[in-house]
């Protein structure tokens, strides 16, 4: 094998790893755009629907519990979208890499949290 060869050989693997982490990245980005979504979503009907949950104290907790928690969602999948929108297809460093996965899974579980009050006080004071 010659030189260019090995040397072609070995720009083809680099990108094509590139176009495997684009293409991570892009489907990370659909899922957060799609939570972001439901997450917003999730506030306007609370917020339309919040007089006819809210009768006590009770349910109000739970219906602030999950306002706050969707929009801590929101905020922290917006920040993985900028990161992920700032990366290039190049390799991101262990910094990044800490801060995606950080702001990924607050935002995961934030949109978790939110769900799972609205389906308690649904439960709870609706049925």
Request: with cysteine; charged share 15%; glycine share 6%.
């Amino acid at each position: 094998m010659t030189y260019m060869q090995k040397k072609n050989q070995l720009a083809d693997a680099i990108l094509s790893k590139r176009k495997e982490r684009i293409d991570s990245f892009k489907q990370v980005f659909e899922l957060l755009k799609h939570m972001t979504t439901l997450s917003s979503g999730s506030i306007l009907l609370l917020l339309t629907f919040s007089e006819k949950i809210i009768h006590s104290a009770d349910p109000n907790k739970w219906v602030g519990i999950a306002f706050v928690a969707f929009c801590i969602s929101i905020t922290f999948a917006l920040g993985t979208m900028f990161f992920i929108s700032l990366q290039r297809g190049e390799k991101p460093t262990n910094g990044e890499v800490n801060f995606f996965a950080y702001t990924m899974m607050i935002s995961v579980v934030g949109f978790l949290i939110g769900m799972s009050s609205i389906a308690y006080t649904a439960y709870k004071y609706l049925v």
